[in-house]
């Protein structure tokens, strides 16, 4: 058996159920008292008044306790609503923030980028070509491709739109060099020579068809007998390392 | 420490706590439900009475007591109710009959007080 119960049924045996009796008694009582001692306080409050002034001043305080009651509740209402109007707030803060933050990374080029996008791959021209570009009184390095070339080609590629890219898994951002050192092209200090494959991605359907349009700079290039081959892809364009 | 000495210490205690307990609520009191407060006090010291006559002649049931107090209680509320309802001073009438009721108990305690009967 459990304590609780036995000094239970002890106490049932010691008092008789006279005592209890008293005892209820005497608690409704004492809530009695309290609430006529209460009443006679308020009672003396408003001694030297008229008849009129303290039906007046009871009513009104009769409303003051019922406005304050509704001030209390409404507060308690406004409390709440401030918890979650902050916790909205902060959600919409960390969404702000998120979403600024994941554009700025893509700019910073500090985040990958993996999807749809364009592989471009630039070919020196073939030894016959620069022959023949030799033949036409053309300097036969028109076929070579060159820092500058990708400087362009990469000029154009932002000016269409695009949001990431890369020269053989080089992210390219806006305070990249793109140096020539004699045979090779310097790249974020890392040396490459051709084939160069371009990686694009964020470029809209209508700004692909203008890469191969006419009097693009990708048609100037295979116009020096330089290979460009543009294919739609999935691409994984690596951040920033 | 006596039997009846108890009884006066628990009833001291309960009244203590009965008092502590309506001051820790928050109640406020009101001119409109005063009379309410008036009539209960008045039932209660009745059901006081009416309790010690019932253990004075040996047939004291604790719920029997309990039930008859609810019940007044309920009734006297609600007559006070229909009486301001109907702006009828109804309550003059409660307090003769509970008056009357509470004074006839007392003298039957009266009586066994002073013919020598147990306590």
């Known amino acids: 058996m459990k304590p609780a119960p036995i000094l239970v049924k002890r106490m049932a045996e010691y008092f008789p159920p006279f005592a209890w009796f008293l005892v209820f008694v005497a608690l409704i009582l004492g809530v009695f008292i309290n609430f006529s001692s209460d009443l006679r306080r308020k009672s003396t409050a408003y001694q030297g008044f008229s008849a009129e002034q303290f039906k007046k001043t009871r009513r009104l305080s009769t409303a003051l306790n019922r406005v304050e009651r509704i001030n209390t509740r409404l507060e308690s209402e406004i409390a709440l609503l401030n918890h979650d109007i902050a916790r909205e707030l902060k959600q919409a803060y960390q969404y702000t923030y998120q979403r600024k933050y994941d554009r700025l990374s893509s700019i910073a080029g500090i985040k990958p980028w993996l999807g749809d996008g364009l592989e471009i791959t630039l070919k020196d021209a073939p030894s016959q070509t620069s022959r023949s570009l030799s ?33 053989n898994d080089q992210r390219i951002l806006s305070g990249t060099a793109i140096t020539c050192a004699g045979p090779i092209i310097l790249i974020n200090q890392t040396r490459m020579s051709p084939p160069f494959v371009l990686k694009v991605a964020g470029l809209k359907p209508e700004q ?34 | 420490m006596p039997h009846s000495l108890q009884f006066l210490v628990l009833s001291v205690l309960a009244i203590v706590v009965g008092f502590w307990t309506a001051n ?30 019932h253990y004075l002649e040996g047939h004291f049931n604790w719920k029997t007591i309990t039930f008859n107090y609810a019940i007044s209680l309920l009734l006297a509320a609600l007559f006070l109710k229909m009486g301001q309802l109907m702006r009828v001073d109804l309550y003059i009438a409660l307090f003769i009959v509970f008056g009357v009721k509470l004074f006839s108990n007392l003298s039957y305690i009266s009586q066994k007080f002073f013919s020598n009967q147990r306590l």
């Open chain 1, 135 to 167: 033949r036409l009184n053309e300097n036969p390095n028109g076929g070579i491709v060159h820092n500058t070339d990708l400087v362009l080609a990469m000029n154009t590629l932002w000016s269409l739109g695009a949001q990431a890219v890369s020269i």
């Open chain 1, 208 to 241: 692909i068809r203008r890469l191969d349009q006419r009097g693009s700079y990708f048609n100037y290039l295979k116009s020096y007998g330089i290979s460009v081959d543009i294919a739609q892809k999935k691409v994984s364009i690596p951040g920033i390392s």
């Open chain 2, 24 to 53: 820790s609520i928050q109640f406020t009191m009101t001119e409109e439900i005063s009379i309410y407060l008036a009539m209960g006090l008045i039932v209660t010291v009745d059901l006081l009475i009416e309790g010690a006559n």
